[in-house]
């Protein structure tokens, strides 16, 4: 029987015997013999809902990495392969790391915010918009980070440099879209951008490779720069 993983840190959850627990999430106490090596135990009221899952993996961990949060989020069993919950999660993760790494930021605050402003871009916003909603929730995050808006001076430039540059290196590769290669594109480009332009500087992963290859069925192979074809 394949080990559990925990919704909350990705580790691997050994069965036990059943105690009682607080959920890590909403902290009610409740039975369970599934704890993760970190001591993490959710609920199963908590594991079902996938939007406070979001809300609190980004609330509650300390990593100053973002694409390891983003992985966090991505690897709940209610996030699909595609589709436009990836324009909150980039986002979402950015602002968790962004105050992790020190950035002033009410993290609550920005975490709705972010979830209303990615609502309004739908799925196919890449092939149809030009403008994949992955790379411009970096410009959401960043958005909400510099306290941005239509009618600022100095500071109203500056999202949409950080989301030219990630819609850039999101079509320097064909099609089909992929959500998970966009986000992946999108973080390196906002984790760079972020350090020039604000001096909060993020962890990014030596090398990003995808795990999720056999999920997809358009996967571009070893057109895709985090593919793990043909690179060992
Ligand atoms: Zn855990
Ligand atoms: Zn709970």
Redesign the pocket.
């Known amino acids: 029987m394949p080990a559990d993983i925990?919704p909350?840190?990705n580790?691997t959850t050994e069965k036990g015997t059943p105690t009682e627990t607080a959920c890590t999430i909403c902290g009610k106490r409740f039975v369970t013999d599934k704890v993760?090596s970190?001591g993490?135990a959710v609920c199963l009221p908590c594991s079902s809902n996938a939007d406070e899952m979001i809300r609190q993996i980004c609330l509650k961990n300390d990593s100053k990495n973002p694409v390891e949060i983003l992985e966090r989020l991505m690897s709940l069993p209610q996030i699909p392969m595609h589709g436009p919950v990836h324009h909150r999660l980039v986002g979402s993760a950015l602002l968790s790391a962004y105050r992790n790494s020190g950035g002033e930021l009410d993290l609550e605050y920005a975490l709705d915010d972010l979830k209303w402003r990615s609502s309004n871009v739908p799925g196919g916003a890449c092939g149809e918009w030009g403008c994949c909603g992955a790379g411009v929730s970096a410009g959401m995050a960043l958005g909400i980070i510099l306290d941005n808006g239509p009618m600022e001076r100095e500071k109203w430039p500056i999202p949409m440099r950080l989301t030219s540059r990630t819609l850039a290196s999101i079509s320097s590769v064909h099609g089909p879209r992929c959500c998970k290669r966009d986000s992946y594109f999108t973080m390196v480009e906002a984790i760079k951008f972020i350090s020039e332009n604000l001096s909060v500087d993020m962890e990014l992963p030596e090398k990003i490779v995808c795990t999720r290859r056999s999920n997809n069925r358009q996967c571009i192979g070893s057109d895709c720069p985090f593919s793990d074809i043909g690179k060992d």
């Open positions: 925990c909350f840190c580790e993760c970190k993490h």
